[in-house]
């Protein structure tokens, strides 16, 4: 189930809302980023991760979205509205293209939380967006988030091999990527 509403600038699926991230959520955005697993797990999230630094990234959500430059959704609990981590599309209009990228808490891992979100994100990409393709990376040494876009529809594509500084070294990343079904 994919249900957009432009008005709100929200993503409906069967159990999630995707709505745009307010000041209110930082706090709980720090507690996320501030994981060992998620601060790991990602490719370019600051460590420490403060409240004032959530407030500063969600304040260029407006621009950003604007702008056409990235789109950025707080993943939240259709009933509950509580919070569960971000999902988000970087954009590059020269290739007509998105970039997936996401994060969720732990404590709400092995749910299909981000399978869900990605597709909804991927939809969202495709038909609101009318992107050619999507493309989405992960570290190696995290084949978990391989298996969530694979579900969510991506083909691995490739692996970039010592391509992004982490924990004091270089890592490999594994590519994936989607052909709007659409088009």
């Known amino acids: 189930m994919f249900n957009y509403n432009a008005e709100k600038n929200t993503i409906e699926t069967e ?39 959530g407030k500063n990234w969600i304040q260029t959500h407006d621009k950003n ?10 993943i939240t609990d259709k009933t509950s509205g509580e919070l569960y981590g971000c999902m988000g599309m970087a954009v590059d209009m020269n290739s007509n293209m998105g970039e997936l990228g996401y ?23 495709f038909k609101i967006k009318k992107f050619h393709k999507i493309n989405a990376t992960h570290y190696i040494y995290n084949p978990a988030s391989g298996r969530v876009m694979e579900k969510a529809g991506m083909e691995k594509e490739g692996v970039r091999k010592s391509h992004v500084w982490k924990i004091d070294r270089f890592e490999d990343v594994a590519i994936y990527g989607i052909v709007n079904p659409w088009e």
Do not use: Q, S
């Open 15 to 53: 159990r999630l809302v995707l709505r745009r991230f307010v000041l209110e959520d930082a706090e709980k955005v720090a507690a996320i980023c501030n994981t060992e697993e998620v601060w790991k797990g990602t490719l370019a999230l600051p460590h420490p991760y403060t409240v004032e630094g």
């Open 103 to 125: 994060w969720v808490g732990p404590a709400y891992w092995n749910r299909g939380i981000a399978t869900e979100a990605a597709r909804a994100m991927i939809e969202y990409g």
């Open 65 to 74: 979205f604007a702008d056409n430059r990235y789109y950025d959704f707080a």
